[in-house]
């Protein structure tokens, strides 16, 4: 039986206005619906959720016929994507069943089976994540024992952990970004899963995995959750080339990335504001540039310095699927970092000043400083030009949407002469 918690806390105006009107809609025609997953347990945790979302017994398409502003998504599993005020969007699930056996074959492809609450829960990742919040009753629904874990601040999977890991590998780096952002421990058979389970990773959709890691990345807690990816030797999957650089003493000439981390997390305050990707990424290369840069026999000569930066690069984009546009940031960060320090006169300078990627070289600039990886002299010098050449508000550059072709030279798939897509 569910523990039904009414002794919480939780305001109704501390939920989203958009949430609360998902959930009443549905109630209204005769649905079950709950707020689930990480709103409940920040609430209950009395930090501020990041997302509201909402799980029901409507299926995919009787939730749009509820909703205008409404698109389904996904194949693994359909839900909905309901449209609030200025372009919020409130998750929207069915309740999802126990997926079927396929012999020895764990990981989850197929994902579109439907059941009840309890299913639902069991089928969440942890224990922490899987508490339900009843708007109409205000009471906290529990099936799986995440009050016990929240109170014990310690992250369990719902059932064996190596199961768990294998139907979607992924959940090992959600483990640590989510014992690194609340501070929890992790209980000792989930920990002994990743360790045993972590080649795992590598049969990981690749997008999935570039996602979990921006997320690592800017949560406030970069740090934290790096040195639990060393630790639980995740970082040697994903990321061989750091493992063992949050080690290294602050006297080796090679030691920034726990402190270009710390960094990055002074600067996280808003969780919906990141900065450029290529940025976040810049504090992981930069020491494995700087070590090729310093094992090398003499200056590096400037014509060669992209080059060597897109060396240390190229493994790493493909294993995590790094895209373009974050590439040509980082790389331009970190040849920013340079041509500063190479810069003969002013013209130099107000060059580096028109580079499409300025703010993002001078954060970093300001971030190396934070670290202890620039010399006074430098930092004072960098200081004195931004002074003069003030960088614009960071802002996360998206790429072009490509443009449809139409008519005959459509090919197949094409709209041309069909209705407009609204």
Same mark, same amino acid.
């Given at each position: ?31 079950? #619906?709950?707020? @689930? ?11 501020? &959720? ?9 299926? $995919? ?11 389904? =998504? ?22 999802? #069943? ?6 020895? /074959?764990?990981? =989850? ?11 639902? #829960? ?38 064996? $952990? ?43 959709? @690749? ?22 990816? +060393? ?8 990321? %061989? ?7 290294? $003493? ?5 030691? &920034? ?13 808003? &969780?919906?504001? &990141? ?23 003499? %200056? /590096? $000569? ?15 984009? *493909? ?13 331009? @960060? =970190? ?10 006169? +002013? ?6 000043? *028109?580079? %499409?990627?300025?703010?993002? =070289? @001078?954060?970093? #600039? ?25 960088? %614009? ?25 069909? *209705?407009?897509?609204?």
């Amino acid at each position: 039986m569910p523990i039904r918690l009414t002794e919480h806390g939780i305001r109704p105006s501390d939920i989203d206005r958009d949430a609360r009107r998902v959930l009443s809609r549905l109630y209204d025609f005769g649905f079950q #619906a709950y707020l @689930v997953g990480g709103s409940v347990r920040d609430l209950l945790l009395d930090r501020t &959720p990041k997302d509201f979302d909402v799980a029901t017994s409507a299926r $995919p398409n009787e939730v749009r016929r509820l909703f205008r502003r409404c698109r389904l =998504i996904g194949r693994r599993f359909r839900l909905a994507h309901v449209l609030g005020e200025g372009g919020k969007i409130i998750e929207t699930a069915t309740f999802r #069943a126990k997926p079927p056996s396929d012999g020895d /074959v764990l990981l =989850i492809t197929d994902d579109n089976k439907f059941g009840t609450p309890d299913s639902d #829960a069991h089928r969440r990742d942890f224990t922490i994540n899987a508490l339900f919040f009843d708007l109409a009753r205000s009471e906290v629904i529990d099936y799986v024992g995440g009050l016990e874990d929240l109170e014990r601040r310690v992250l369990r999977t719902i059932g064996e $952990p190596v199961v768990r890991f294998r139907e979607d590998p992924v959940r090992m780096l959600r483990a640590v970004k989510f014992a690194a952002r609340l501070d929890f421990g992790l209980e000792g058979a989930l920990r002994r899963a990743i360790l045993s389970e972590r080649g795992e990773l590598k049969k990981a959709a @690749v997008p999935r995995l570039y996602e979990e890691m921006r997320r690592l990345l800017w949560n406030g807690s970069a740090r934290r959750g790096f040195e639990l990816l +060393d630790e639980l030797r995740l970082l040697e999957v994903l990321l %061989p080339e750091l493992s063992g650089f949050l080690g290294r $003493p602050a006297d080796d000439p090679w030691h &920034p990335l726990g402190p270009l981390l710390d960094a990055l997390d002074s600067r996280f305050e808003d &969780p919906d504001q &990141p900065p450029p990707d290529g940025l976040m990424f810049a504090v992981l290369m930069w020491p494995l540039f700087q070590a090729l840069v310093g094992a090398l026999e003499g %200056p /590096v $000569p400037a014509a060669d310095e992209r080059a060597l930066a897109e060396a240390v690069l190229e493994p790493v984009a *493909r294993r995590l699927g790094v895209p373009r546009r974050t590439q040509e940031t980082l790389l331009r @960060v =970190i040849e920013g970092q340079r041509r500063f320090r190479r810069a003969k006169h +002013d013209r130099q300078l107000r060059g580096l000043a *028109r580079d %499409p990627d300025y703010a993002s =070289i @001078v954060a970093f #600039a300001e971030m190396r400083t934070e670290a202890g990886d620039l010399d006074p002299e430098v930092a004072d010098a960098w200081s004195d030009f931004t002074d003069e050449h003030e960088p %614009p508000p960071l802002e996360r550059k998206r790429g072009r949407r490509r443009r449809r072709r139409s008519g005959k030279g459509s090919g197949r798939g094409g709209r041309s002469g069909g *209705r407009r897509r609204r």
